[in-house]
C-alpha cells in the first residue's frame, strides 16, 4: 500500500489500484494519472490498463508480470505530482428539450428549475469523461451541476436513441448506440461516438475534457 493507493490483486490474470483518499473528481483525476504513468512504463506482462471513477484495473500475464515492477512504475506518478491538463476540450453539439429531449420538463420540475436553466447549466460545465461504461463507448462525464442530480428514471426505456445526452445520479452520458436505458434525456447529439471501424473506436476516451455546445433544433 501507497499513501494515495492500495494495490491488491484482482482474480488470477488482473490487479486492483484503488484510490484511498480525496473528492471522486480528484481521485478520479489521480487514476488517469496512474494510468498514463503505467502505460508510459511498458511494464513486461501488462497487458491492458483500464480506468474507473476511483479504481484502475490492470490485466496482466501473470507469468510475466513482475508486480514490484508495476508498483515501481505507480510510485514514480506520486513523485511526478500534477500532470498537465489538456489545453482544449472536445466540443460536443446537442439539442436539448421538444422530441430529443423528452425529459426536460420533468427534470426541471424535479429540480425546481425552468427548463432553460436546466440546460443553461448542463452546458455550462468542463466535463471529464470519468470513466467509460455500461455498453462500449457511453462515457460517464462529471462534474454535473449538482442542482442537476436525479436518482435514475423509475422506469427505464426500452430503447434509447444514439446520440442522447443525459443525466442521472453526479453524471452526465450520451448514449453511443441504441440501447435500453434509465437515464433523464435531456437532449441529444449527432456526434458519432462509437465506430467499429476506427482506431480507437470509441471517440471519448476516459481523461478527455468534453464541453457541450447548444445547438437549436433544424427548422422543417
Not at 513486461?44 to 508498483?71: I, K, N
Not at 476540450?89 to 432553460?116: F, K, N, R
Not at 455500461?134 to 426500452?158: E, I, K, M, N, Q
Request: charged share 20%.
Amino acid at each position: 500500500m501507497s499513501d494515495g493507493w492500495r494495490l491488491e490483486w484482482l482474480g488470477d490474470a488482473a490487479l486492483s489500484v484503488h484510490a484511498i483518499d480525496g473528492s471522486p473528481l480528484a481521485a478520479n483525476a489521480f487514476i488517469h494519472r496512474l494510468a498514463q504513468r503505467l502505460r508510459m512504463a511498458q511494464v513486461a506482462g501488462v497487458r491492458d490498463v483500464v480506468p474507473g471513477m476511483r479504481e484502475l484495473v490492470v490485466h496482466v500475464d501473470p507469468l510475466r508480470c513482475d508486480v514490484r515492477q508495476v508498483a515501481l512504475a505507480l510510485r514514480a506518478t506520486e513523485a511526478d505530482g500534477e500532470a498537465a491538463t489538456v489545453g482544449f476540450a472536445v466540443e460536443v453539439p446537442v439539442v436539448y428539450g421538444g422530441e430529443v429531449g423528452p425529459d426536460l420538463e420533468d427534470v426541471a420540475l424535479a429540480c425546481g428549475l425552468a427548463p432553460e436553466e436546466v440546460c443553461r447549466r448542463h452546458a455550462a460545465v468542463d466535463y471529464v469523461v470519468c470513466f467509460v461504461g455500461f455498453v462500449p463507448g457511453f462515457p460517464y462525464l462529471g462534474p454535473l451541476d449538482s442542482r442537476l442530480h436525479l436518482p435514475r428514471r423509475a422506469t427505464p426505456r426500452p430503447k434509447v436513441p444514439p446520440g442522447s445526452v443525459a443525466i442521472a445520479g453526479a453524471y452526465s452520458g450520451i448514449y453511443p448506440s441504441a440501447s435500453p436505458g434509465g437515464w433523464h434525456i435531456i437532449g441529444r447529439t449527432d456526434m458519432s461516438l462509437f465506430d467499429l471501424g476506427a482506431t480507437p473506436p470509441a471517440r471519448l476516451a476516459p481523461g478527455t475534457r468534453v464541453r457541450f455546445v447548444r445547438r437549436e433544433a433544424a427548422s422543417r
